[in-house]
C-alpha cells in the first residue's frame, strides 16, 4: 500500500480555512486518496476522495497536485465540531482486497 | 436512511472469555469490514466480507473470525480473549467489493479486564 506522511497536529481559528496536507510520493496510477476524520471515540467519517482531478463537496474540497505526490484537504470555514483526528488514505486498488490503511493522521484543533 | 448499526456498544469481558459482535451495513451494501482500534492508534484491518465470503484478512491471530449472513449483517468472533484485545472494533461497509467508499459504525468498545 502506498504510505501517506501528516503533520501529527495543526491548530486553526474558528471560522478560518484549514489546510490539512498529505505526502504520498509512492501513490500508483489508479489509486485514490480518500480523507477520513475520527472525532474523539467515534466511528472514523467519510469526507472526500478524489483521484486526480479536485474534488468539492458540502463538507470539504480536496486538492491533488498534478503529480498525485500530494494533496490538501480545505474545511472552508472551520468550526469548534471540526476538531478531529484527519487521517489521509491511499486505497489499495489492486490484489484481493480493499482494505483501508490507516496511519496516525493529524489533530486538527479549531480554536474559539 | 439508517447507517451502519453496531452492537453492543460497550462490552467488559474477562481474559479467556469468547465475545461476538455485531454490524448492520447500511441498506443495499453488500460488503462488510471489521476494522480495530486500540487507543492512540489508527484503525487496523481485520477482515473484509462480500457476498457473504471472506475476501480480505489482516495480520491477525486466528482467534478472530467472522462471517456474513445472507442479509449482509456480520458477526465479529474473537475467542481466549487478551488484556491487548481491548479496542475499539469498527465496522464499515461499502456497496461493492473493490474501492468503494467504506462507512463505518460508532463502533463497540471492548474492555478485557
Known amino acids: 500500500d502506498a504510505k501517506t506522511t501528516q503533520p501529527p497536529s495543526m491548530d486553526c481559528a474558528e471560522g478560518r480555512a484549514a489546510n490539512l496536507p498529505c505526502n504520498h510520493s509512492?501513490?500508483?496510477?489508479?489509486?485514490?486518496v480518500y480523507w477520513y476524520r475520527q472525532i474523539h471515540s467515534q466511528g472514523p467519517q467519510y469526507i472526500i476522495h478524489?483521484?486526480?482531478n479536485n474534488e468539492t463537496n458540502e463538507m470539504a474540497s480536496l486538492i491533488i497536485t498534478e503529480d498525485r505526490k500530494s494533496s490538501t484537504l480545505i474545511l472552508p470555514h472551520a468550526t469548534l465540531r471540526d476538531t478531529a483526528v484527519y487521517y489521509c488514505?491511499?486505497?489499495?486498488?489492486?490484489?484481493?482486497?480493499?482494505?483501508?490503511?490507516f496511519g496516525k493522521g493529524t489533530l486538527l484543533t479549531v480554536n474559539p | 436512511d439508517a447507517g451502519v448499526t453496531q452492537s453492543p456498544t460497550h462490552l467488559i469481558k474477562t481474559r479467556g472469555q469468547h465475545v461476538t459482535l455485531r454490524c448492520s451495513p447500511i441498506?443495499?451494501?453488500?460488503?462488510v469490514s471489521w476494522y480495530q482500534q486500540v487507543l492512540g492508534q489508527g484503525p487496523q484491518f481485520i477482515f473484509q466480507?462480500?457476498?457473504?465470503?471472506?475476501?480480505g484478512r489482516g495480520n491477525f491471530p486466528d482467534r478472530f473470525s467472522a462471517r456474513q449472513f445472507p442479509n449482509y449483517s456480520s458477526e465479529l468472533n474473537v475467542n481466549a480473549l487478551l488484556l491487548g484485545d481491548s479496542a475499539l472494533y469498527l465496522c464499515?461497509?461499502?456497496?461493492?467489493?473493490?474501492?468503494?467508499?467504506?462507512?463505518f459504525g460508532p463502533g463497540t468498545r471492548l474492555t478485557v479486564l
Open positions: 488514505i491511499v486505497s489499495n486498488s489492486g490484489g484481493s482486497n480493499y482494505k483501508l490503511t
Open positions: 509512492t501513490i500508483s496510477g489508479n489509486e485514490y
Open positions: 441498506s443495499g451494501h453488500k460488503s
Open positions: 478524489g483521484l486526480k
Open positions: 466480507y462480500y457476498e457473504k465470503e471472506e475476501r
Open positions: 464499515a461497509s461499502s456497496l461493492r467489493w473493490g474501492t468503494d467508499t467504506q462507512y
